[in-house]
């Protein structure tokens, strides 16, 4: 399967996402003018990906998302939602999300998430310059 | 030449107001001002948090009024609607931020309007954060383009009630101020 790769801009994060690795990253501020269009073909991917993805491989996700907008969030939901299926059909699925430990607003939103999710989500603290 | 400008420079600066932009809203001048913003209220030192507020509330606000405006696209006053947007961010008493945003709604959408805030208005932070998340979950129509999160977002993160005004212009548009403080 092919990688994923998105570069950011102002507006949307970096995507990086490495079926070779296992390993899907997300980096970045995310409010653009259409939040939908722009993570339909992280959807599309992940689709795919979970569908052809062998059982006991782990999956490794990283999180850190300093600012994302409303729609985003729902975007960055159904993401979790899907990945949260995929672990409750059986796959190994873990997620790290990085948050500013000087921004307590950061922590709550993954937590927010966090709180609705099977699969293990570790929030980690990062420090930013 | 008239002094119209220091007229005007002393009422902004009599409001507190730190960045303004009066015009169409598009996605690069939102981006623009909000980065804007953000590294004025950096270089003033304020908590992180307050600044991450202060900018969230920004970019919900603005996004949510572009939103409206591309909503009427096809109507014969998208022009004069989509001009009409203004929006303040400033400072007021007890070193608080406030983020004041304006623009021309139709008279047909006050109602739908100000139910949705009145209600927000009613709740305190822990029932705000329960609709936010019920809404979060619900299924989406497969064409939206917002979520009807923002302003929800925007009462979570202000420290008290929003504030706003729908004064009547004409029989066919009203012009709609909302204020977030925090």
């Known amino acids: ?129 | 030449m008239s002094n119209k400008m220091f007229v005007l420079q002393k009422e902004l600066r009599e409001k507190g107001v730190l960045i303004s932009f009066s015009g169409k809203f598009s996605q690069e001048i939102i981006e623009e001002l909000g980065q804007a913003v953000k590294k004025y209220l950096e270089t003033e030192n304020h908590p992180k948090t307050d600044i991450y507020n202060v900018f969230s509330i920004f970019i919900e606000q603005t996004q949510n009024i572009k939103n409206y405006c591309v909503s009427k696209q096809e109507t014969p006053a998208y022009e004069q609607i989509a001009n009409s947007c203004i929006v303040a961010i400033g400072s007021q008493e007890n070193n608080e931020r406030y983020v004041c945003s304006g623009n021309l709604i139709y008279n047909d959408d006050i109602d739908k309007l100000e139910k949705i805030i009145n209600e927000l208005i009613g709740l305190d932070k822990q029932s705000l954060k329960k609709l936010y998340k019920q809404k979060l979950k619900q299924d989406l129509p497969p064409d939206s383009t917002s979520a009807g999160l923002g302003l929800i977002d925007v009462a979570r993160k202000a420290s008290s009630p929003l504030e706003y005004s729908i004064e009547k212009k004409d029989e066919f548009f009203s012009f709609f101020t909302l204020k977030a403080i925090v």
């Open chain 1, 1 to 129: 399967m092919e990688k994923l790769f998105i570069k950011a801009t102002k507006s949307t994060p970096e995507v990086n996402l490495d079926s070779d690795n296992n390993n899907l990253l997300i980096n970045g501020q995310s409010y653009p003018e259409n939040a939908f269009k722009f993570y339909e073909p992280i959807f599309n991917w992940v689709n795919e990906y979970l569908d052809e993805l062998e059982t006991g491989v782990q999956v490794q996700i990283d999180f850190t998302l300093p600012y994302i907008n409303t729609s985003s969030s729902k975007c960055i939901m159904m993401l979790l939602d899907k990945f949260d299926d995929a672990f409750l059909a059986g796959k190994n699925i873990f997620l790290n999300w990085y948050c500013d430990q000087e921004n307590e607003i950061e922590f709550e939103c993954a937590e927010e998430f966090k709180e609705d999710m099977n699969f293990p989500i570790e929030i980690v603290s990062r420090e930013d310059n």
